[in-house]
């Protein structure tokens, strides 16, 4: 029998990759601050422990809100830079070895700070840890769902010269009241255009808005997907159709979108024999990283140590790596648990 201690350095240990990760919630708040007081900008919170303090949600939309007033802060390519490197080398000291990340461009062009500006800081960065670690990355572009079709469309004629950055595309923010069939048209333009298509769904939205991701954007993965359990149909397509869930565990717990990580769905998703994967979502408002989010789980739901393997296992196969290298890594991975 493994004890927990055990489980959790097996967990820090494990090649990892993280594929849902959203770069603006990775703003710690000393950063934020840094940051702000750099560009001359006011924060609503006067001391990182004030700010620190309102970080009590009951729902997405509490988040949501403190997650646009500390974004307000990032101006120029140094502040995506510095965000951005920030999370990587701080990944990379938990063994996570690829990352597909998400930024919210029109988080940023509604305060007038350009496309080019946001990207290059970030895909720098990228690249930078590709040489210094070897580490790998997708960006995902993701459109705020809380705006509109148009809003949309704008932002993907401002991506157009990046596109050969840009792997995928993502659906985000406020999902009740903003299901997935609103941007059918703005993803069916994004799939012409050979971009990878993924959506929040089943986070706090109800098992239609999953099926909608699958009917109506044809996605290639599911992030978060939480609700989709309520529904045996929509589980077994999800499971025909070999869909990868990036789900979120201490995201779940600090939105109230699970009451106790004990009661946590991950692994009746993976009895139910769906690829579910751990991811951080927004690690800097959420209280954990990677590491942290397997800690979790370890210490509350007492998984098991064939669980965790398939966890990792469901990252590296559920990711947009090529063929090769998901192959390394699963050799890795499989050789750290003989
Ligand atoms: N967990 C989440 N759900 C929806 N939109 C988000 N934007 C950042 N984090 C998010
Ligand atoms: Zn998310």
């Not at 720098?124 to 705020?144: C, E, H, R, V, Y």
């Not at 025909?240 to 869930?245: D, I, K, V």
């Amino acid at each position: 029998m493994d004890t927990t201690d055990t489980l959790v350095e097996l967990s820090k240990k494990m090649p990892k990759t993280e594929l849902h990760l959203h770069i603006e919630g990775t703003f710690e708040p000393e950063q934020m601050f840094a940051i702000a007081q750099r560009n001359q900008v006011k924060l609503k919170y006067d001391t990182v422990d004030a700010l620190k303090a309102a970080y009590q949600f009951t729902n997405l939309q509490d988040f949501l809100d403190l997650y646009y007033q500390g974004m307000s802060v990032l101006l120029h390519e140094a502040d995506f830079y510095d965000l951005t490197m920030a999370y990587l080398e701080k990944v990379n000291s938990e063994n996570v070895v690829h990352v597909e990340i998400f930024f919210d461009p029109q988080g940023h062009l509604s305060r007038d700070v350009p496309f080019d500006v946001q990207i290059k800081g970030i895909y720098n960065a990228l690249q930078d840890a590709q040489l210094k670690w070897g580490m790998t990355s997708k960006l995902i572009m993701s459109f705020l769902r809380h705006l509109s079709e148009e809003s949309a469309f704008e932002t993907l004629e401002q991506a157009t010269p990046f596109l050969s950055w840009i792997d995928g595309v993502g659906l985000d923010s406020s999902e009740l009241g903003h299901p997935p069939e609103k941007f059918s048209r703005v993803f069916e333009a994004c799939k012409n255009l050979g971009l990878k298509v993924t959506a929040h769904a089943g986070e706090e939205g109800p098992p239609d808005y999953v099926w909608q991701a699958i009917d109506q954007i044809g996605v290639d993965r599911i992030d978060h997907g939480n609700r989709a359990l309520e529904d045996d149909k929509l589980v077994a397509e999800i499971k025909a159709r070999g869909l990868t869930l990036t789900v979120c565990p201490l995201s779940n717990l600090k939105l109230c979108v699970v009451n106790d990580m004990k009661d946590h769905p991950i692994t009746r998703m993976l009895e139910l024999g769906l690829n579910a994967t751990v991811n951080s979502d927004d690690p800097a408002y959420f209280g954990g990283y990677m590491n942290d989010n397997y800690a979790s789980l370890v210490h509350r739901t007492g998984i098991s140590k064939t669980e965790l393997l398939q966890l990792a296992k469901n990252g590296i196969t559920g990711s947009w790596m090529d063929h090769h290298t998901k192959e390394q890594h699963l050799e890795r991975l499989h050789a750290l648990f003989q």
